[in-house]
């Protein structure tokens, strides 16, 4: 399964990185999520409030083809690399100041990154890394910050 990626594009720009999944650390969250992105989904990403250099895309409800919370903790950090991704399951009334469900893809494009949110420090599951133009998505990224929302596609290379 090594040979299995992910791309990222920013729609509007067709700025593409490519994602080499953490298939020996993060098995169970790699397979959930290939599954899930059978077909590939175009979400609206926006920028972290407290974790930094980070985007965050949620999952729509029509790729949920799995059980968030059978999915066990897997190389969890709250001090990403650049390049990473991970994987956040917020369950409804998991935050006494958000009572919202929301299933998260983030990407960290530059160093200073944590997940650390309202709540204090939140470790996640890291699930791959971008390999390929980290430096092109990181400018789409920080574009974000000034321009606001940008449709971003995630789906598997073909």
């Excluded at 953490?22 to 609206?44: S, V």
């Excluded at 968030?68 to 990473?84: A, S």
């Excluded at 009334?93 to 650390?116: H, M, V």
């Excluded at 709540?119 to 321009?147: H, K, S, V």
Aim: proline share 9%.
């Amino acid at each position: 399964m090594p040979d299995r990626k992910l791309y990222l594009k920013f729609v509007d720009s067709d700025v593409t990185g490519i994602i080499t999944l953490y298939w020996d650390n993060a098995p169970e969250t790699c397979k959930a999520l290939w599954g899930a992105l059978e077909k590939p989904i175009r979400w609206p990403a926006t920028h972290a409030m407290f974790s930094g250099p980070e985007i965050m895309m949620g999952l729509p409800e029509e790729n949920r083809n799995f059980d968030p919370t059978k999915l066990p903790p897997e190389n969890q950090t709250v001090l990403p690399d650049p390049g990473e991704l991970l994987w956040f399951y917020q369950p409804k009334n998991f935050f006494k100041i958000d009572p919202t469900e929301f299933w998260e893809i983030g990407l960290f494009y530059a160093a200073g990154g944590r997940t650390f949110g309202p709540t204090g420090w939140i470790p996640c599951t890291y699930f791959g890394r971008m390999t390929e133009n980290l430096d092109g998505i990181a400018a789409q990224c920080r574009l974000i910050r000034t321009e606001g929302a940008k449709v971003v596609e995630i789906g598997r290379l073909s």
